[in-house]
């Protein structure tokens, strides 16, 4: 925790709670989107695709969203849920495209 954060313990906990809806919520759109259209891709029906990566993503939501609180780091928090779900998905574009 940095010296700022530390001297605001009220500040740090919205911070985390922030990480950890917001940042789980980016994240796991873009694995249900990255999900959805890999499965698709590779032959799977798209309805039975879609409602894999949505329960599948349930569960990482879960995940995520304990982990934004176990970590140490809260910058590794938001660069890992909001950086990874912003790149999971623009794969997930890229692979929409390709199926077009």
């Not at 890999?38 to 969203?65: K, N, Q, R, T, V």
Request: hydrophobic share 65%; aromatic share 12%; net charge positive.
């Amino acid at each position: 925790m940095t010296a700022s954060l530390a001297s605001r313990p009220r500040l740090h906990a919205a911070l985390r709670v922030a990480a950890a809806v917001l940042g789980g919520y980016a994240f796991c759109w873009g694995f249900i989107a990255l999900a959805t259209s890999g499965l698709f891709a590779l032959g799977m029906p798209f309805h039975d695709a879609e409602h894999l990566s949505s329960i599948l993503g349930m569960l990482l939501y879960l995940a995520a969203f304990l982990w934004a609180f176990a970590a140490r780091r809260l910058a590794r928090v938001w660069l890992v849920l909001a950086g990874g779900g912003a790149l999971m998905a623009g794969a997930a574009s890229l692979v929409q495209r390709t199926l077009l």
